[in-house]
């Protein structure tokens, strides 16, 4: 397709699409201050508290590892929805994928388990690709009858694989509700840097042991498929903002009538941002399968969920599914490893957040939102100042409440694409 395609689309598409909805958008250098103002909150909250573990690398190497399947997730929602297919069923091929790389992990080792969720990922987006796309029906009503498929694909082919009496799999250790156990993939390191930031966090130094412990845990015992992960958010960038096929592609999104006018074959494009949203969302699953070392029923729970909040939070963009997925994983890391006393020390966090946000909306105009921040500002001070720790349920709803909260204070800065989860029929523009 020429360059003059390419532009004539981009301008049929531009009134639609022009900044969008004609936010600003946000700039490197204010997103490095938001960094470093982050960086400065937590190392203040550190050392008011005592709650040391809030910038320590492992807390930081679990948060990493709790985000990427949620990543995953996220991005293959957005490949989709981007497209215009609304896709419910993240959490259907995430089992499937899951499923897919146990299956295959204890028999070829844990690459070949990544490819096999690969497919087993992709295979239940052509599923809904073909639903969606070619027969018309409700994209939300495919998704989910997708993930209420892939429970009972994979609970049944888990009975007849892994637990059948007698079998080889079962011989090896497998049952009806896991598979054999597979071998590990190993990590990466950065020689040298991982123990030098170790000298430097461990001595607790304001902002200066902090940012060590944070590197640290980005630059040691780094899975494999992490660094694949981050590999895929890059190249979804450079795919669909820096190329034709991805103006194309979220051409589908936007206004599919205006694409196929100027001779964009919409069906290919749904079905190819489909496929490949499985594909992300069942290496999603086998990320969780391989990090156990064999698959278990209920692997996922409900991170496909997640992942689709994390694409909306992040305003269908890699980075900011990128920067949702890390938040959540933090906060999930956060429960597990440390439990009451360290999400005590972030209702301190949340009530500045809180008055800064309340401040801010008063500036604005909008004294009633202000008036709300406020008090829940003094109501989570109150909490903080009269007691050492908080609930386990609490503890254990953080990472959803903390979801919830982003998406209702970004909710009016979010723009999802115009065609988004709208049916569409070869020729209705005639």
Known sequence: MSTTFTSGLADRLSGKNKGDGGKRKLSYPVIMLGVAGALILLSALRAITGANDLTGSGQFGSALAAAVPIGLA?????????????NIGLEGMMM?????????????????????????????GLLHAIATVTFNVDHIISGVA??????????????????????AAQQAGGNDKQSPVMSNMGDFSIPGLADWLHDVEKHHWFLVSDAAGIVRGFVSEVDWLTIVAALLFVGTFFV????????????CGE????????????????????????????LGG???????????????????????????????????VAMSAGLFGFMDSLQLRSGGPTVHALLLLIAVLLVGLAVFRYRGGKVKAAGVAAVVAVALFVWFSLTDTVPLEFVDATPYVVTLLVLSLFSQRLRMPKADGKPYRKGQGK
């Open 74 to 86: 996220g991005l293959g929602g957005l490949w989709s929805e981007r497209a215009g297919v609304v």
């Open 96 to 124: 499937l994928g899951a499923f897919s790389a146990g299956w295959m992990g204890w028999q070829h080792g844990p690459w070949v388990a990544a490819a096999a969720g690969v497919v087993g990922g992709a295979l239940g």
């Open 146 to 167: 997708m993930n209420i498929l892939a429970l009972g694909i994979t609970q049944y082919f888990a009975k007849l694989w892994f637990g059948a009496e007698g079998s």
């Open 240 to 251: 669909l903002w820096r190329s034709a096929f991805g103006l194309r592609l979220r051409s």
């Open 255 to 282: 206004s599919p009538v205006a694409a196929e006018s100027l001779g964009v074959n919409v069906y290919t494009y749904k079905y190819a941002a489909v496929v490949v949203s499985g594909a992300l969302a069942g």
């Open 286 to 320: 086998a990320f969780l399968a391989i990090g156990t070392h064999m698959y278990s029923d209920g692997q996922t729970g409900g991170r496909g969920y997640i992942g689709l909040a994390t694409m909306i939070s992040g305003n269908w963009r890699p980075g900011g």
